[in-house]
């Protein structure tokens, strides 16, 4: 009883099959909001930028690190796209 007063709270929808539930948002918000075609690029782009501003803050001399085009990836819809960090030092 605990749980699910705090799912509630929480906002959970209160469903039997929550993720029959959120599939079903998931293919209504595709359907329509389509993504751009350079969306996948520029999400690369974005978080390079926010984990070049990161290390910028941490201190990091603004040379010694540099952001390379946002890879290619065959991901599709709905599918978590993993982030790839290569460090090296010279």
Known sequence: ????????????????DASAFYAG???????????????LPQLGANRA???????KEAGMAPAAAQAAAPATTDASAGKPIALKLGLSAH
């Open 25 to 39: 948002l998931q293919e209504r918000l595709e359907k329509n909001q389509p993504l751009p075609a350079d969306a």
């Open 49 to 55: 930028a926010a984990i070049m501003a990161v290390l």
């Open 1 to 16: 009883m605990l749980q699910r007063l705090g799912k509630i709270v929480q906002g959970e929808p209160q469903v039997a």
